[in-house]
């Protein structure tokens, strides 16, 4: 499992965030969900076999983070300045995520 | 897992020394001024006890009692003036390390640096932490392993002077550029997603769009760069954008 260090969570109207997140795969997310413990930690299913930890996310954003049960994501290549992937991930609310081997990525 | 334990402490640092009272006022204001008045009263007591103790030797030796009283206490308010220049000094320092974790280019880090100084150390002791610390300020700001060995992750892009990012400001990598470029959002791809996410239906707060240009974006290092960007926002920076103010205005202002 790959831990994305750098991302961003932009507030929303509705008290849910767009995340944005750099670039990850070539392939097609499928069924894209995170598992969220209430820990700044998120485990998130991108597709099969592909899954990255959320880190360090910020304190202010656990609260909303509970209450949500999608959030809009944008996979950004930052080296070509371009939007590669947009989707719908389910924030699936659990009560103790798994402890993971993290591997870092960006 | 280094980089975390590394910025962990880095804010904790921060924090327990801010908590510490380094605004606290007894340190600031009073003890500089407790001191000069007792460095002045115990100076004045020497030069009357010495004077009159030829023709009064009681009132002579009362004037060197309150000197020395005098001096007792104005050494006392020297140690709190110096108390507060340090930790005046470690807080840039954090400052300047967490500048530099998120890419903020020497000079601006220099200007926030200085700044903060000036108003965040002892009000009348300016002049003894600029002939003490020159040279420390300057490493605060050049030096990107101070105290550890551990590199730093460096983000593009992030402001603290000024609230806005400047756009010379944001292509300024420091010298310590890693060799994975990080993640930076430009103002295109910001407006691009602001759209993007309009048409899937989650608009964006409108606040949103100021923080994404102080940076005070729910992004885990700027997160922690926010708790200084709050403070220096608050101490150098007293226009602060607009809310109304368009993302493209307010860059290109």
Redesign the interface.
């Known amino acids: 499992m790959k831990q994305i260090k750098l991302y961003t969570l932009l507030p929303t109207t509705d008290g849910s965030f767009v995340a944005v997140l750099p670039f990850l795969s070539d392939a097609p997310p499928k069924e894209a969900k995170l598992l969220f413990d209430g820990t700044p930690h998120v485990l998130f299913y991108r597709a099969d076999k592909e899954s990255y930890v959320w880190d360090y996310l910020n304190p202010d954003a656990i609260e909303p983070m509970k209450k949500m049960d999608k959030i809009l994501i944008f996979e950004v290549d930052i080296s070509s300045q371009s939007i590669r992937w947009e989707y719908w991930a389910r924030v699936i609310q659990t009560t103790e995520n798994p402890h993971v081997t993290l591997e870092q990525t960006r | 897992?280094a980089?975390?334990q590394y910025?962990d402490g880095l804010v904790q640092d921060y924090i327990q020394n801010n908590e510490r009272g380094l605004t606290k006022p007894i340190g600031r204001v009073y003890s500089p001024l407790v001191y000069r008045v007792c460095q002045t009263v115990s100076l004045s007591a020497v030069a009357i006890g010495i004077a009159v103790s030829v023709r009064a030797p009681m009132t002579g030796v009362l004037c060197l009692g309150t000197a020395t009283v005098a001096a007792l206490i104005g050494f006392i308010a020297y140690q709190a003036v110096w108390q507060a220049v340090e930790i005046a000094a470690r807080n840039a320092r954090a400052f300047a390390k967490l500048m530099l974790l998120t890419g903020v280019d020497r000079q601006t880090r220099m200007a926030a640096v200085q700044k903060y100084m000036i108003l965040r150390m002892p009000l009348t002791a300016k002049h003894w932490y600029e002939k003490r610390y020159p040279e420390a300020l300057r490493a605060f700001v050049d030096n990107q392993q101070t105290s550890t060995s551990k590199k730093p992750?460096v983000?593009q892009g992030s402001v603290f002077s000024t609230g806005v990012i400047a756009a010379d400001s944001v292509k300024s990598v420091p010298e310590s550029a890693p060799e994975?470029?990080?993640?930076?959002?430009?103002l295109?791809?910001l407006n691009?997603?602001k759209m993007?996410?309009l048409a899937?239906g989650?608009?964006?707060?409108k606040?949103?769009e100021q923080?994404?240009l102080g940076q005070k974006?729910?992004?885990?290092?700027q997160?922690m760069c926010g708790v200084l960007s709050d403070v220096i926002s608050r101490q150098v920076q007293p226009e602060r954008v607009p809310l109304s103010q368009s993302v493209v205005s307010t860059y290109e202002r």
């Open positions: 897992m980089d975390k910025l992750t983000l994975k470029p990080d993640m930076y959002l430009s295109p791809i691009q997603i993007r996410a899937a989650a608009g964006l707060l606040e949103t923080l994404m974006v729910m992004r885990p290092v997160w």
